[in-house]
């Protein structure tokens, strides 16, 4: 029995066809699976901006999926006139003031660990980072609150900016620290030869080639700081030193809250993050992937 050459070509084909009858299921699958988590994403969002509208009086006698007939605007002005330009200053100031030096020690420190890998106390340093990351928050409440209390630093700012620090530079050294590894030895080597020390190195050339990764460690660490609670729960006391997540409970009252004020608040509050992960969101994720996937 003789085989024609035309019967590979065709066992080609119906082979390719299966394939792409295969994808385009996993694809369905995909796609639906999409669609029912965008909808459980956006569900919330619709209903803590139509809530944010509605009149306290008319909250629990209507639909809460459905829009007011008369939208109101008067929740935002109640929150913009209960010091929410304070708050929204002490969230700037604690953010900024503790992602900057964060990143910044971070990258110097993931630059020290990652050129003098040889030496074995930058190795034990290293490690310290690794296990900062084994540590949570909450189990670093009690002596955190100890040492506030012993610097004389209670009721600050700077209270709340020192701990947000420490917690932020673990993981940016690791992150830092892979991308700086992925820069090749020989453009060290260069430098040197062409006699530039390492402060010039650093700066020179590690952090453009790194922007990707500093760039990340930013946008997360602002993010998380800006969203913090816990800290300005434990270690601030005074009206004056809240933030905007610790200044939610201004609205709720002994006996009942007012939820379309608090929702009012929450989207004011989330404005700033929208726009910081709308000009970071590209650099954010290749970041992130590039990172771990190397």
Do not use: C
Not at 200 to 220: D, N, Q, Y
Not at 262 to 268: D, S
């Amino acid at each position: 029995m003789t085989i024609t050459p035309t019967e590979p070509r065709q066992r080609q084909k119906t082979t390719r066809r299966t394939r792409q009858r295969h994808s385009r299921r996993r694809n369905w699958a995909g796609g639906l699976a999409g669609w029912v988590w965008l909808v459980i994403v956006a569900v919330p969002l619709y209903w803590t901006l139509i809530t944010s509208l509605k009149a306290q009086s008319r909250y629990y006698a209507s639909n809460p999926l459905v829009p007011s007939a008369d939208p109101t605007l008067d929740n935002y002005r109640l929150v913009i006139e209960s010091d929410f330009l304070r708050y929204f200053v002490n969230s700037l100031v604690v953010t900024a003031g503790a992602v900057v030096p964060a990143v910044v020690f971070s990258f110097m420190a993931a630059y020290a660990i990652v050129r003098g890998w040889h030496m074995r106390g930058l190795r034990a340093i290293n490690g310290l980072f690794l296990m900062g990351l084994a540590i949570p928050l909450q189990a670093t409440v009690i002596p955190v609150y100890l040492i506030i209390i012993k610097l004389h630093l209670y009721d600050s700012l700077l209270a709340l900016i020192l701990p947000s620090i420490a917690f932020a530079v673990p993981l940016s050294v690791l992150v830092l620290g892979n991308f700086i590894r992925d820069v090749p030895k020989e453009l060290f080597d260069s430098m040197r030869v062409d006699g530039a020390t390492e402060w010039t190195t650093l700066w020179r050339l590690a952090a453009p080639l790194t922007r990707p990764a500093i760039l990340t460690v930013t946008i997360f660490n602002a993010l998380t700081i800006w969203n913090g609670f816990l800290l300005p729960l434990i270690l601030t006391q005074s009206p004056d030193r809240r933030t905007l997540p610790l200044a939610l409970w201004t609205f709720q009252g002994q006996y009942g809250v007012n939820v379309p004020a608090v929702l009012a608040a929450v989207v004011l509050t989330t404005l700033p993050l929208l726009v910081l992960y709308a000009f970071g969101r590209r650099q954010l994720l290749s970041g992130l992937t590039a990172g771990f996937s190397r």
